[in-house]
């Protein structure tokens, strides 16, 4: 069985860039998979920033074959176990807690901390966590 780690590279793998996606209707979120996946982009971060994210990370996962959807902005294990539930195949998350990692920990989704600072480096590869996203990458 291939590592957290092993899954998340062949989830994101040959992709020069994930586009994070921001969906406030709901009826946008399969046409516009579709169309990243057909231009090259088939992992996409829908944001739980919304109040249809959920439900569009559902849609995206059953009905857009070639989309790899994952959700971001993921703040807790409730949050975290909701996106897992309705389909994400990845969780992106701004930061790392001891909650998220106990829920990462628990679940075959892996989890895309974000992380910055070199407390924050420390902690994810005290955790076993080897690949984090660089966050907030403008500010910095």
Known sequence: MPSKTEKLLSLLNGQPVIPVLKIANVADAVPLARALARGGLPAIEITLRTADALEAIRLVASKVEDAVVGAGTI???????????????????????????????????????????????????????????FFPAEQS
């Open 75 to 133: 703040l807790d294990a409730r949050q975290f176990g909701e996106a897992a539930a309705v389909g994400s195949k990845f969780i992106v998350s701004p930061g790392i807690t001891r909650e998220l990692l106990a829920a990462a920990k628990d679940s075959d989704v892996p989890l895309l901390p974000g992380a910055i600072t070199p407390g924050e480096i420390m902690a994810a590869r005290e955790a076993g966590l080897r690949f984090l996203k």
